[in-house]
């Protein structure tokens, strides 16, 4: 199998881990608070990484360092944002909110990088946007269309997706230059520093020490941050970031079966609508997976072969 096919599927199975848990964190919120649940699950994910990568963590560039720093800081304020989000919303609706952060993607490397959107890109986030407002925006009292009162849980996970957005580009770009082993690591020690940091700031922390956190820090720690994120950062090595952004899009389908399944949540008419058109709206946008694309998305070093395995 080549890197490239490699990458796609454990970036795949990365993004399972990621949609699959949604339910399990929302029921252990009912035990925990946020700021505390991540700062757990993020040292859990340090602690394992750092054993593992511990030889190859004993020289690392000072360049890679800052930027590990960057991405963890990026890890920090996306799952901040999402976490607290989830307290208000339910697991479905938080996983399309923050897969809208694939969207995102052609929008901010065209404000901040100056890539050109095409017109298919350009539909796509057109219709994914109508999808965010369907999905979020609840009909008004006489029915129809019109504005109401936003939910708050909802505007917080638009924040996180803004944030992953970002987080996504920036691993794409870092990867060209630096190190999995390095990267991935890192940018969770990051990430678990501030947010341990920033726990007692945020909340007074609480939580209960029941199976199930137990169970949704184990998972969470070691599955969705310690393997997911590693996963990330050695597969943005070989794709560029619309080929991660497009993987990414399963992350909502597999919270919205497991949170069907496991507890029959359901969106209503018209929130399943606009999840359905937040998915074809990315679908649209991101499914273009040419050569070209991938060189003027990353430069030409994206189509060189890569050190490091996994």
Known sequence: MSRSAKAHWLLLLATFF???????????LHQVTPFTFNAIRMIIGAVALVLIYRKR??????QTLA??????ALLWGGYSFQTKGLVY????????ITGFSTVLVPIFLALFWRRRIHLRTAVGIAVAMIGL???TVPAAAGGGFGLSLVNRGDLLTLGCAVVFAFHIIVVGRV???HRFEHIGPLQIVAAATLMTVSAPLMEHPAIVWSPRVIA??????LLCTAAAFTIQAWAQQFLPPTHTALIFLMEQVFAWLTSYLLVHERLGYRATMGALLILAGILVAELKGTAEEMTAELGPEAAAPKNGNL
């Open 18 to 28: 990621w949609g699959a848990t949604f339910i399990q964190i929302k029921d252990a």
């Open 57 to 62: 963590l004993a020289r690392v560039p000072p």
């Open 67 to 72: 930027l590990s720093a960057v991405l963890g």
């Open 89 to 96: 919303t339910s697991p479905s609706k938080s996983a399309f």
């Open 133 to 135: 407002y369907l999905l």
């Open 175 to 177: 990867m060209m230059h």
């Open 216 to 221: 949704a820090l184990l998972v969470t720690g």
